[in-house]
Every structure is written in C-alpha cells, then in structure tokens.
C-alpha cells in the first residue's frame, strides 16, 4: 500500500477556548513495502499522526491518501481492517485466552478457513508454545505483547502501524521481538510504520526514519537507511547513521539557552523602578 500525506494539520482544544496546533503542514510519502521508523521528542505529536494513519483521529486539515495494487486511491476516514495497530501496552481481550485473542480479527471479519493452523503457526513463531489456553492475566507483559503482534499479523495487513510497543520489554524479549518483526516483514511485504523514541531502534528496523519536531510539529527531516538486512549495532556503518541522525535530532530539539540568575538581576539593577505620582 502507497500513503500520501498531504498539508495534514491537527488541533486539540485547550482551556480558554482556542485550539492548540499540534500537527501543521505534514507531508512525505510512504511506498508499498516501506518501513518507516517516526521519531520525534516526547510530546511532539508522533503518536497523533500514527492514529491518523489508523484512522482513529480526525484530521483538522490536509489528508491521507492511499493507494494499492488493483485498488482506486482512497482517503483515510476511519478504520479499517487492511490497516492493523499494536499498541505500547498489550490490550488482550480479558475473557479470551491467548489462542482466541490471535483470532479474534479474523473470526470479527469471518475469515475462519484454516483458522486453528494459522494461529497455532503463530503461537510457534512467537515462541508462545505451552501458553496457547493462558488467560491474559497469565501471562508476562512479553508474553502479552507477542500475542498482540501475532494478532496484528494474522489476517496480513497491508499497513501495520505500531506505537512504540517494544519500550516496556526488557532487553531479551525486546531483541528476539523486534529479529522476529524484521523477518515477517520481509516476508509478508507488508507497509509497516513504528513511532518511537528510540534512534537506535529506529536505524535497526526501519529503511527510513521521518524526524518530526517543532512548535506546531512537522517533517524535520528523512534519512534513507541503506544498511542491509540483519543490522547490528555494533557495526561502524550503523554506529555513523545513527550519529547521523542523532546530532540532527539534537539540533531539531535544541532550546534557547536559560539566561543565569546573576544576569537577570545584573538587567533588573539597569532599570530604574517606576515613579509613583
């Protein structure tokens, strides 16, 4: 799937009655197959722009276009289930064991030929054998979230959209999750898109990073990563990228320097204090 995001724009209300801008002018294209990697300072708006792409948002201006094989170019007014979203927390279906929270989707939109082999296909992938009759509440917060990224993937998006839903992992789960992702989606071809706060995760997944930044937020800046599939961060070419990167991000995120107390009083003395009549 092709994403065209044109003049994209959003605003939320704030007290006083006069909206804040958080999105303005946001544009850049997404190929079929792409994998975006968003990143940005906290609060700039990355995972505002990543439920737009979802449909999940409203845009106050501008919009999301997109477009596939076979497919007349259409624009995105809510959701749909071509498009699959994996959150920062796991959001399991409580009733539902694990087996049954992967097929959800698609018994919802009853796509149920070779259901069972499929999700028992992903259960293995995910490294879940043994848990496939756990309850959520059964389960570790990785264990969680392999079911929720097995969910995505069942019924083959073509836009996987996710909001950084490796950061609660520890460091092992993180890595094999994160090896595993990379594999399906060279396999699949499918569009993927990951905000995160990470620039390391970032160069290690995505073949593009879209730096996001400013008040009201917009493109920044987007690299091509051109490194090859496996990456390790160990490797100078990845060591210089995501310096790259970083030292750009910096420059992005840079605020005006605080002026020192002895200074502000040093100009206060300057001034003589107003006469009173």
């Not at 804040?20 to 990697?37: P, Q, R, S």
Request: glycine share 8%.
């Amino acid at each position: 799937m092709n994403v065209r995001i044109r003049n994209l724009g959003k605003s939320f209300p704030r007290s006083g009655g006069e909206d804040e801008a958080v999105l303005a002018d946001i544009n850049f294209d997404i190929a079929a197959g792409d994998f975006i990697a968003i990143v940005g300072e906290s609060g700039c708006g990355k995972s505002t722009l990543l439920k737009l792409l979802a449909g999940l948002e409203t845009a106050a201006t501008g919009e999301i276009l997109t477009e596939g094989r076979n497919r007349p170019t259409e624009r995105i007014v809510g959701p749909h289930p071509s498009r699959s979203m994996l959150f920062q927390q796991p959001s399991l279906l409580p009733w539902l064991d694990v087996h049954d929270n992967i097929a959800f989707g698609c018994r919802l939109r009853r796509e149920t030929a070779d259901l069972d082999y499929q999700v028992g296909q992903f259960i293995e992938m995910m490294g879940l054998c043994g848990c496939a009759r756990f309850f959520p509440a059964e389960l570790s917060v990785g264990q969680a979230q392999r079911v929720c990224l097995a969910r995505a993937l069942i019924g083959h998006p073509v836009l996987l959209l996710m909001d950084e839903p490796f950061s609660a992992l520890d460091t092992l789960t993180r890595t094999r999750l994160q090896e595993e992702l990379t594999n399906i989606w060279q396999s699949e071809q499918f569009t993927a898109v990951l905000v995160t706060h990470d620039i390391e995760e970032a160069v290690l997944l995505g073949n593009r990073v879209v730096l996001l930044g400013g008040r009201p937020t917009t493109v920044r800046d987007v690299f091509d990563i051109a490194l090859p599939y496996p990456r390790r961060i160990t490797d100078e070419a990845f060591f210089h990228t995501k310096r790259t990167i970083l030292a750009r991000f910096k420059e992005v995120v840079a605020r005006p320097k605080p002026i020192p107390m002895t200074e502000l009083i040093e100009n206060a003395a300057c001034h003589e204090p107003p006469q009173l009549s």
